[in-house]
Every structure is written in structure tokens, then in C-alpha cells.
């Protein structure tokens, strides 16, 4: 009588509670990821907003100081404004600002709107070269006359010349003192001295130094400094005071430093007093070389900003916006979260499945998880492949170790039993068969190495020349026995940074390969070349070749071209998956070409390195 199943005696998969469920996680986190990613995107578009509202407002400032000071400059170094409209819409494209120039009465000298605009309702400035006091850089403070207006003191070409030579004659000598300067050139032409660091005139002034060659007037300025002088004197005696005052105005060579101090001359008081008569003459004396007084106005661009206030209006319209996005966000999740789990249900089930039966899921989607079932699939195929490679590799080992030890073994028995005399034929042939099972294990174990990243390098640089030229060396007896040429070629001097045991170890498995494969008569070139950054070897040969279905399994573990696995070759299988391991811990490649009957390539691309240095 065969036993019922109830349905109390069925396995049940356990409940997930709904709590930890995925879809219900997800759901919530996209929750509340939505409600702080809206309440932080308010407050910081609230807080960028003030904060870029008040950089605007700090950088028109400092363009309109900019604007003031470039139009005072040009007016400064131009008698009239006729040539102003160019300048006034540079300046407008550049700040995104409306420019306008008028006379006083109001006539537009020039403007970067179109005709027939009208004013803004008020002037921002007065631009007068002759009274300013927003020359300079940016937010500094320069009352009186504009530094650029220099008008008769503009020195000539020679006198340009003559005073550079002088201040670079003056400049070597602060230097002998200890003393470092700089020198620069006033809107007049002069070549001034100025500190290396604060860029002022030098507090100190070496003895050696002071010739006074320099501070002398040249004549252009000469003559101008005696024509402010004279209206100086004039304007000094209608006001009841000394005339002879008015020589303080030779005190500089450019003769327009209002920013001396007379109070380093003169008492305060009568500073006080001289000024006035000082400053009007140079006006009076500039006033010919400037363009007249204007007004500058300022306006928006064509994109007056808009500004977000926070009305009722305002605020449902960023709260309808928040649920919208807080509905699209849940139901998005929701429908994302759902096509998620499906497949990951699948995957589950087949990773908990036993390892014999290799189960693979179906790709039912192109996102993520449909690329996690892929690599799923692929990593089954893969354990599949590792376990058909596991147990050949298992059985080329004990294929490999088995004849040399069964010889061995045979040998040492009969020896034993007397048969045989342990003659040096019979020691020669055991130690060859020592050395087959010693180059087997040698081989396994770089391969283990490899394998597990332990393999180390000692790098240094090295010259493709010598090295084939060791690699041939080092065969050429081997060569000469199978009467097989081997020649070197390499274009140039070429170096690598590599390990040299390495490389020769590399090279030589394919020679080793190549002589084995050449017969009598035949030639084994090794070749280099630079190729871009790499450095190209190649081992050539011209035997009997590989055919095309094999070619592709030439670096595979003790594989031969011999289906019958036939030792008369001599080699173990494993040179070829040596030589590419060896490459790519070097960082570079290794791929072979060939056509049966024409012979064999096999190449080596190698990251070029630096020649080593002459001291090295």
C-alpha cells in the first residue's frame, strides 16, 4: 500500500514578511528618497537663488565700476567722443548691459540701442577724466584726475628710449644694493622703478643710486610742467598766495601725480590752500587733450530678470509639482520593482539548484537583470567548461608523469634484480627521464604561479638586441645539430622594461618550439621592431606549420599537434601557455600565424621602456 501525501505533509516555501518583501522596500525607499530629493530641492533652489541673486547684484556693481572706468579711460586719451560708439557696444556685449553716452543736455553721443529707445530715468555717472574718482582696479578709490589723461607730457619715441635705458641702468644698480625692483611704464610713456612685492615706489633709495637721472624732466615734460607752473602762478596770486608755490608741481616728472601729499612739503594748512590752485591748473592745462564731460546710463539687457516670489499661487503650484512627482516616483517603482523580482525569483531558484545539474534561467529582459542572467548563464557554461578542463588537465598530468616514472621504475627494478648492470648508458638514460619529470614539474609550477598572481618580475631595462642575441646564443648549438640557421634582426635599438630571465625564458620555449618544428636546412628568425609605443618580437620559422582548426589551441594546456600524444617531439605541453602567461605579466600579448607547410610566427607586442640614463 503506497503512502498518501496529505496536504499538512506538503513543503511549504516560507512566507517573507510583507515588510521585508523587495517590492514593498523599494516602494518605500523611492518614498521617502522623493520626499527629502523635493523638500532638499526646494530649500536649495530657495538657497542659490538668494545667494545668486546676491552675486548678481555685487557683480553688476563691479561691472558698472568697470564700465565707468573703461569709458573714463577713453576719454582720458581721446579729445572728443567720436569714436566712442565702437568701445560703448563692446563694453555692452561683454557686461549684457544697455551703454549709453549723452552731453549734458541730454544728446546721445553714443548708445548700444537701437535709435529711438528711450533713456533710463536717471544717469548712473558723470564721465569727466578731469574729476573721477573710480579709476583704477576694481573698488579702489582715486579721487581728482584721471591717471591716463596725460596730454602734453606724452613723452616721444626717443625720450621713451632714453628714460627705459635709465631706469633699467637705475634698476641694476638697486639690485647690486640688494635691492629687488620692477619696472613698469606710466600712461605718459615713463619707465618707473616700483617695488618687487607691494609694487609702490621703493621705500629706500642706495646712496649709489640717487643720481637724479632718472626723476629729471625730459623736454617734452619741461615744457608742460613750466606751462601748468605759469597758470599755477596765476590762479596762486589772484588767491593772495606765494606764486612760488606753484614750482611743487615739478616735484614729479609726469606732473600729474595728485596723489603726492603736499603735507611732505608743506604744513597741512597751506596745503590745504595750495591744492586747490595746483589742481585747477593741471584741469585747465589738460582740458584740450580730453573729451568733454558726459553722462552714462545704464540699463537691463534684452532678458530683464524674473524674480520667484512666494504668493499662494506660487506655492500650490510647488506643492501640486511635489505630489506629482512623489505619484510618478511610487507608481515608476512600483512597475520597475515588479519586472525586477520576476527574474531575480528565477535566479534564486537556479542558484539554489546542486551544482551537477548546471541549470540556466531564461533572459527575459535588457536591463540590469537581464545582463545578471546572462552572466549567469555564461558563468554556468563556464563552471562546465572548468570541470571538462579540471579533469583533462588531471589526466594530462598523470599522462605526463606516468612514462618517465614507468621507466624509471622499470629500469631500477631490473638493476635491482641483476638483469641489468647499472652502466653510465643506463644512469644517462635515467637522469634524462629525471630531467623530463623535473622540466614537467618546473613547468606546473610557474603555471601555479601565474595563475595565483605570485609570479614575480625583476624589471630593469632591457635591449631587444642582446636579448635575441642571447636567446640565439644560448640555441645555437641545438641549431646546429638539427642543421636549422637562426638569425637575429632587430631595426635599431630598441629597449624594453622587462624582466631579462623572463623574456629569455619566454623567447627561448618558442625557439625551442620553432627547432623542433623546422627541418634540416630550414631558418629560425628572430626579429624586433617598434610598432607606435610597443616593441614587437617575433619568433619565424619555416617548418612544417600548424593547420587552422589547430591554431587556435596552440596555447592550451599540454596540447599537441600529435593526436597521439607522441614524445618524439620532446615537448611537455606546456611551453606555449608559459610563454603567454609570461607576456601578459608584462603587460602585453602574444599571437601566432601560420600556414602548413610555409611555417610558423609567432609574436610578442611588448610595451616599449625608457632607456635608462647615462649615470644609471
Not at 579702489?140 to 631706469?167: C, H, S
Not at 625692483?181 to 616700483?194: A, F
Request: aromatic share 2%; with cysteine; charged share 25%.
Amino acid at each position: 500500500m503506497s503512502a498518501r501525501t496529505t496536504p499538512e505533509q506538503t513543503p511549504l516555501r516560507p512566507r517573507i514578511p510583507l515588510h521585508k518583501r523587495l517590492l514593498v522596500r523599494l516602494l518605500i525607499t523611492s518614498g521617502l528618497i522623493a520626499v527629502c530629493s523635493v523638500a532638499a530641492t526646494a530649500w536649495l533652489a530657495v538657497a542659490t537663488t538668494t545667494q545668486a541673486l546676491r552675486e548678481e547684484q555685487g557683480q553688476a556693481l563691479a561691472d558698472d565700476m568697470d564700465v565707468l572706468a573703461e569709458l573714463s579711460g577713453y576719454a582720458a586719451t581721446h579729445p572728443d567722443w567720436t569714436k566712442a560708439a565702437a568701445t560703448v557696444r563692446e563694453l555692452s556685449a561683454r557686461t549684457g548691459r544697455r551703454i549709453a553716452l549723452t552731453a549734458s543736455d541730454r544728446r546721445v553721443i553714443a548708445d548700444s540701442a537701437p535709435p529711438g529707445t528711450s533713456l533710463p530715468p536717471s544717469a548712473a555717472a558723470a564721465v569727466d577724466p578731469l574729476h573721477t574718482d573710480t579709476y583704477s582696479e576694481r573698488g579702489a578709490q582715486i579721487p581728482g584726475i584721471d591717471p591716463r589723461a596725460v596730454g602734453p607730457y606724452r613723452l616721444t619715441e626717443a625720450e621713451r628710449v632714453k628714460v627705459a635705458a635709465l631706469a633699467r641702468k637705475r634698476q641694476l644698480c638697486f639690485s647690486r644694493s640688494g635691492v629687488q625692483t620692477r619696472l613698469s611704464r606710466t600712461p605718459s610713456g615713463r619707465t618707473v622703478l616700483t617695488d618687487a612685492d607691494s609694487g609702490s615706489e621703493p621705500d629706500y633709495v642706495p646712496d649709489a643710486c640717487a643720481d637724479g637721472l632718472l626723476n629729471t624732466p625730459t623736454p617734452t615734460e619741461d615744457k608742460a610742467l613750466k606751462a601748468v607752473q605759469a597758470l599755477a602762478r596765476a590762479c596762486l596770486t589772484k588767491a593772495g598766495l606765494d606764486p612760488a608755490m606753484a614750482v611743487l608741481l615739478g616735484s614729479a616728472p609726469a606732473g600729474l601725480d595728485s596723489r603726492d601729499p603736499l603735507g611732505s612739503k608743506l604744513g597741512t594748512k597751506e596745503a590745504r590752500a595750495v591744492q586747490p590752485c595746483l589742481d585747477e591748473a593741471r584741469r585747465t592745462q589738460l582740458d584740450p587733450y580730453v573729451a568733454p564731460a558726459a553722462e552714462l546710463f545704464l540699463g537691463t539687457g534684452d532678458t530683464p530678470a524674473v524674480l520667484f516670489d512666494m504668493s499662494p499661487a506660487n506655492k500650490a503650484k510647488v506643492v501640486g509639482t511635489a505630489g506629482l512627482v512623489l505619484a510618478v516616483t511610487v507608481a515608476a517603482t512600483a512597475l520597475v520593482a515588479t519586472r525586477l523580482v520576476r527574474p531575480l525569483r528565477a535566479l534564486t531558484a537556479a542558484a539554489q539548484q546542486p551544482p551537477e545539474l548546471h541549470v540556466r534561467v531564461p533572459v527575459t529582459t535588457r536591463d540590469e537583470t537581464g545582463i545578471l542572467a546572462v552572466a549567469f548563464n555564461d558563468l554556468t557554461e563556464r563552471r562546465e567548461r572548468l570541470e571538462a578542463q579540471r579533469k583533462a588537465m588531471v589526466s594530462d598530468i598523470a599522462h605526463e608523469l606516468r612514462s618517465p616514472l614507468t621507466n624509471i621504475r622499470g629500469w631500477l627494478e631490473v638493476t635491482r634484480d641483476g638483469v641489468v648492470d647499472p652502466d653510465p648508458v643506463l644512469l644517462a638514460s635515467l637522469h634524462d627521464e629525471a630531467l623530463v619529470l623535473q622540466r614537467v614539474i618546473d613547468d606546473l609550477q610557474d603555471l601555479a604561479d601565474a595563475d595565483a598572481g605570485t609570479l614575480r618580475l625583476h624589471r630593469e631595462p632591457v635591449r631587444c638586441d642582446e636579448l635575441l642575441q642571447q636567446v640565439a646564443a644560448a640555441h645555437r648549438v641545438a641549431a646546429d645539430a638539427a642543421r636549422v640557421a637562426l638569425r637575429t634582426d632587430v631595426e635599431g635599438v630598441r629597449w624594453l622594461d622587462a624582466d631579462p630571465v623572463r623574456m629569455r625564458q619566454a623567447l627561448g620555449n618558442l625557439v625551442s618550439n620553432a627547432l623542433r618544428h623546422t627541418p634540416a636546412g630550414g631558418t629560425v628568425t628572430l626579429t624586433g621592431r617598434r610598432d607606435g609605443d610597443d616593441i614587437v618580437l617575433e619568433v619565424a620559422d619555416t617548418g612544417t606549420g600548424i593547420s587552422s582548426e589547430d591554431l587556435p589551441h596552440v596555447f592550451d594546456r599540454f596540447w599537441r599537434a600529435e593526436k597521439s600524444r607522441s614524445r618524439r617531439t620532446g615537448g611537455s605541453g606546456l611551453g606555449l601557455p608559459i610563454v603567454r602567461h609570461l607576456v601578459a605579466a608584462h603587460g602585453g600579448t602574444v599571437g601566432s600565424a601560420s600556414e602548413p607547410g610555409t611555417g610558423s610566427v609567432f609574436t610578442l607586442r611588448m610595451p616599449g621602456g625608457p632607456a635608462p640614463s647615462p649615470g644609471g
